[in-house]
């Protein structure tokens, strides 16, 4: 079955580059979360859209932005780089049944690790 | 927002049945309680999700009393390859989304 795609899967940036992470959720998949983790801490949530609206704003820095593309793939732009940047960054997919409930199921990709030196 | 507290971490050794109890005293009339596992360098993983009384899947059981003030997560006869670490959550359904919070999970060692 078809999972969340994430990409790159590695990335080694400088201080204050910038760097784009993609995101594509599984097929039919309408809502799609950003996720950080620093080394050895639980996953932060940053930001989510569904239908291509943001739906929710977690912890996102300012220098951080998103987007849900009409494809429903969507992107991460992270500017001004710092050292505590550094992390991985998941992505997930979930979808709502209309009129229906909803599960608690996100379907997370593999992450991207970004590593700013 | 529902704060969940759980065990820092648990060991448990091959074969036997792990309980992890998560507390979410201020959880929702709404709100559903899930679990997630997650490996190293790996994705959160879906395990189970219930709303009252108990759930049962492939791989583990979702316990949840009366007041829904707490809930176990039970996972039958532990392989070394359910060392992970395990997430209790509190989804909350907001305007066609799910919400999730990650709190301090429990990382479970199992043993030989």
């Known amino acids: 079955a078809a999972g969340v795609i994430q990409s790159p899967r590695h990335l080694i940036k400088e201080k204050r580059e910038t760097a784009t992470l993609k995101c594509y959720p599984i097929?039919?998949?309408?809502?799609v979360y950003w996720y950080q983790q620093g080394p050895g801490q639980d996953p932060q949530f940053l930001i989510s859209f569904y239908e291509k609206m943001q739906s929710d704003k977690g912890s996102i820095p300012d220098r951080f932005s998103a987007q849900q593309f009409s494809d429903y793939h969507s992107e991460l732009n992270m500017s001004s780089l710092e050292l505590g940047d550094s992390a991985l960054y998941f992505c997930?997919?979930?979808?709502?049944?209309?009129?229906?409930?909803?599960?608690?199921?996100?379907?997370f990709g593999e992450g991207s690790r970004l590593t700013v030196l | 927002l529902a704060k969940t507290t759980q065990p820092i971490s648990m060991d448990s050794y091959e074969g036997q049945e792990v309980n992890i109890t998560c507390s979410h005293n201020n959880i929702a009339t709404n709100d559903y309680i899930t679990w997630y596992q997650q490996f190293p360098s790996q994705g959160p993983r879906f395990i189970i999700q219930g709303y009252k009384t108990k759930v049962t899947n492939e791989v583990a059981s979702l316990f949840i009393p009366a007041d829904r003030k707490s809930s176990t997560l039970s996972l039958p006869r532990v392989s070394l390859s359910d060392t992970a670490v395990y997430y209790c959550l509190v989804v909350i359904f907001s305007g066609g989304y799910n919400k999730l919070i990650f709190g301090a999970g429990t990382r479970l060692a199992v043993h030989p």
């Open positions: 997930a997919s979930s979808f709502w049944l209309a009129g229906g409930k909803n599960t608690g199921e996100l379907f």
């Open positions: 097929p039919r998949h309408d809502t």
